[in-house]
């Protein structure tokens, strides 16, 4: 009994039970039942509404995860904590004061010195943005005003087709007393690159291709007669990780190269010699930073590491030398860093570094001797003796990367070149063999 005979493939029809034993018909679809996988995921909610009638699901009740440290209430009615950040959580919307649009907060992107960076979703078009969200102090908020301005002016002015590598702003607002900065939305900085690489570096045409892009940027900025004053691998971004396409972001440090206001700026590591003795400067001080940038990027450890100021010029000084004694006569800052130790054959005054001590105890500092962590002090060596990895191992290909090599140097040689004057613009190394493919044959002299 219940048996069948079974002589052809189509006598195995498997029944199917129209209304399982247990399952609840779909209130979307009236003739199909859904599955217990369904009710306890997609259709929870009427699950709950099942279990308990008085159940009604919001998702403006959903709990909102606080994205802001520390997230204690302190400042403008409590909207703000010590640091004057505005304390942002997830579904929380920004904008919309005005008719404005009108931005879902979904997730932190970065932090910085001037605020708190947020991926957003624009409620009316639902394309993803980046919200930079300002701290509530006039002296960021004015800062920030100037980073409007300048991003705009790129923005509109230098870039209109967007082909210059540099962050597009789509709109700025205030925000319950903070300005807010709509930029395009962008992936990892090349920080975190060089990071997620465990701190190996980059490969030679790799970091050709980045190099490219900045100087395209740095172009336009010189065109535009503009200083980022803080270029470094934390605020260079790469559009997404699908392709080497980066941007230059934060023009919250920039100058136009007629206001040249402070005299402290660029982050130490990335610091010109110009800033560091206390000289007048211009673009040319962005180039010095591309030059320790693009060392970087290849070796995947900073290049001059210092600890303090001193140390920042000393680290330079062992692998370059002393900086042209013009650039030392005029220094506001050469004192502090170096002492004068006579006068040469043609009367110009000679210098030479303080020692470490000296230095250390004229400013009442602790200075601690340089950590090296390369086995050797001139760039050359460095770049040169730095392993060939083992995907190169055929003699061919060690032979091209080398060459490589050799216009690298020579390329970043231009670049980290001690005396503004002579330090290559954006437009001379760009056409370095290096940039330009060309065969390198020899010192390029522009
Ligand atoms: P600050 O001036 O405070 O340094 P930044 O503009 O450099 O602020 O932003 C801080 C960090 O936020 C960046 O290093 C980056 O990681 C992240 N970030 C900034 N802008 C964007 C963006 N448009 N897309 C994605 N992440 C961003
Ligand atoms: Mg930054």
Not at 30 to 46: E, G, I, N
Not at 130 to 159: F, G, H
Not at 217 to 237: F, G, S, T, W, Y
Not at 327 to 332: D, F, I, S
Request: glycine residues 6%; neutral net charge.
């Amino acid at each position: 009994v219940g048996f069948r005979e079974i002589r052809h493939v189509s006598d195995l029809r498997p029944v199917v039970n129209s209304h399982p034993q247990g399952r609840r018909v779909d209130p979307n679809a009236p003739d199909k039942y859904l599955s217990p996988l369904k009710c306890l995921t997609v259709a929870l909610p009427q699950t709950f509404t099942l279990c308990n009638s008085s159940f009604r699901y919001e998702s403006s009740e959903n709990p909102r995860r606080v994205l802001t440290k520390p997230s204690k209430p302190v400042y403008n009615d409590g909207v703000d904590n010590e640091d004057w950040d505005y304390i942002l959580y997830v579904n929380d919307v920004l904008g919309g004061e005005n008719g404005g649009d009108r931005y879902l907060i979904l997730d932190v992107l970065g932090q910085g010195t001037f605020g708190q960076v947020v991926k957003c979703q624009n409620m009316r078009t639902h394309d993803i943005c980046a919200v930079k969200v300002v701290k509530n102090k006039p002296a960021y908020l004015n800062q920030s005003k100037m980073e409007v301005a300048i991003l705009d002016m790129l923005n509109k002015q230098y870039d209109p087709n967007d082909r210059h590598h540099i962050l597009r702003m789509f709109e700025s607002f205030t925000h319950k007393n903070h300005l807010c900065l709509v930029f395009e939305c962008l992936s990892s900085n090349l920080y975190e690159l060089i990071k997620q690489n465990q701190f190996k570096g980059l490969s030679i045409s790799l970091v050709k291709v980045f190099t490219g892009q900045l100087l395209d940027c740095l172009q336009v900025l010189k065109e535009a007669r503009l200083i980022h004053c803080d270029l470094k691998p934390e605020n260079i971004l790469l559009k997404s990780l699908q392709s080497p396409h980066i941007k230059v972001i934060d023009f919250g440090s920039a100058c136009h190269e007629m206001q040249t206001v402070y005299t402290y700026i660029q982050s130490r590591f990335y610091r010109s010699p110009e800033v560091l003795l206390g000289l007048p400067y211009s673009t040319s001080i962005d180039m010095w930073s591309l030059g320790c940038i693009v060392v970087e990027l290849f070796l995947g450890l900073p290049l001059f590491p210092g600890t303090s100021e001193y140390n920042q010029v000393s680290r330079i000084v062992d692998m370059l030398g002393v900086p042209p004694h013009h650039l030392l006569e005029n220094g506001k800052q050469t004192h502090e860093f170096f002492n004068f130790v006579g006068v040469d054959a043609h009367g110009r005054k000679q210098y030479q570094l303080k020692p470490m001590d000296q230095y250390a105890s004229e400013h009442r500092t602790n200075e601690q001797p340089s950590k090296q962590y390369f086995s050797h002090t001139k760039l050359k060596d460095i770049i040169m003796e730095y392993p060939v990895s083992k995907r190169n191992a055929k003699q061919s290909d060690i032979d091209k990367e080398m060459a490589f090599r050799r216009s690298f140097i020579d390329f970043v040689e231009g670049l980290l070149e001690l005396d503004p004057l002579k330090r290559w613009t954006p437009q001379q190394a760009a056409k370095h063999p290096f940039i330009s493919g060309e065969q390198y044959t020899g010192h390029f002299v522009v």
